[in-house]
């Protein structure tokens, strides 16, 4: 992973912790689609944010055949055009990865503002597929999804990169 200068090593990622963060933002995207305030299309996309996350710091475990499987479960979730959520995260993934060594060398929060069109992006590709389908748009609140997916990138990054965070053992010896 290629890291902005001064800022501290971290550990490597554990393919448990990768794996679970996917589940767990595909089980809260499911919750907050089933929840008391029904399907709102402004609620961000946690698992397209997770998606990003991990195919821009480590590619090679996530990449866009693992954005195609999640996909497919969302449109399963969503009984919508099957394919649909595939092709949007799918290309969302390769979008990620062709961003990754550009996007590590900025501050998190400038992170944010670059992560901002491949969510748009991804909505715009759901949004026309389900417009083909049926024929009905959905509502402009759903341009608001991006924006509030991208607005809640640095906290999504503090979160997953929180285990790989070690303590910091100062040694005279040591370089690093």
Wanted: glycine content about 8%; aromatic content about 10%; cysteine-free.
């Amino acid at each position: 992973m290629i890291m902005r200068p001064g800022q501290p090593l971290l550990l490597p990622a554990n393919p448990w912790f990768i794996w679970s963060s996917l589940l767990l933002a595909l089980m809260v995207n499911m919750l907050l689609n089933m929840g008391l305030m029904g399907r709102q299309l402004w609620l961000p996309d946690l698992l397209a944010l997770t998606l990003v996350f991990w195919g821009v710091h480590q590619p090679l475990r996530v990449g866009v055949g693992v954005a195609f499987a999640f996909g497919l479960a969302m449109d399963v979730h969503h009984t919508a055009l099957m394919g649909q959520h595939a092709l949007a995260y799918t290309v969302l993934g390769y979008l990620a990865a062709s961003l990754q060594h550009r996007l590590l060398w900025f501050p998190t929060p400038v992170q944010a503002l670059h992560v901002l069109p491949l969510f748009a992006i991804a909505q715009a590709l759901t949004l026309l597929t389900g417009l083909l389908a049926t024929g009905g748009f959905p509502g402009w609140a759903a341009v608001l999804a991006p924006a509030v997916t991208a607005a809640l990138w640095p906290l999504g990054s503090w979160l997953l990169l929180a285990p790989q965070h070690g303590a910091h053992d100062l040694d005279a010896n040591r370089p690093l």
